[in-house]
Nanobody, 128 residues
C-alpha cells in the first residue's frame, strides 16, 4: 500500500496562490502515477490534475488549466500542486491519490474510482 498525507491548504483571497504538498510512504512512490482530485460541498469528487510516474506527462481539468501546475519529486516521495489565480469556485477539499500505471496509461487518469490509494485531504477556501 501507499500512505499519503496532504498539507498546504488554507484560506486565501481570490487571485491568491497556495502550494499543496503530498508526502508518500509505503510501496515505491515512483511506481505509481499520481493525481490531485477535489470535492466541494454538495458536489461529487472531481479530477484536477495527474502526472506520470517520472513526471514527463501531465493532464489537467479544463477548469484549472493555465492556473494550476502538478509536479513530483520522486527522490523526496512528494507530490505538489501549485495553485495560482485562485477563484471562489476552487474552494474544496483537495486529495492526492495514487494510481497504478496501467490505468494511467490507458487514459483513466480522470476517473476517481481508478485511484485505489487516497490521502485524508486538505481544505482550500478561496474568499471573494
Amino acid at each position: 500500500q501507499v500512505q499519503l498525507v496532504e498539507s498546504g491548504g488554507g484560506l486565501v483571497q481570490a487571485g491568491g496562490s497556495l502550494r499543496l504538498s503530498c508526502a508518500a510512504s509505503g510501496r515505491t512512490f515512483s511506481s505509481y502515477a499520481m493525481g490531485w482530485l477535489r470535492q466541494a460541498p454538495g458536489k461529487e469528487r472531481e479530477f484536477v490534475a495527474a502526472i506520470s510516474w517520472i513526471g514527463g506527462t501531465t493532464y489537467y481539468a479544463d477548469s484549472v488549466k493555465g492556473r494550476f501546475t502538478i509536479s513530483r519529486d520522486n527522490a523526496k516521495n512528494t507530490l505538489y500542486l501549485q495553485t495560482n489565480n485562485l477563484k471562489p469556485g476552487d474552494t474544496a477539499v483537495y486529495y492526492c491519490a495514487a494510481q497504478r500505471l496501467p490505468d494511467f496509461n490507458s487514459g483513466s487518469y480522470s476517473v476517481t474510482i481508478k485511484y485505489p490509494y487516497w490521502g485524508q485531504g486538505t481544505q482550500v477556501t478561496v474568499s471573494s
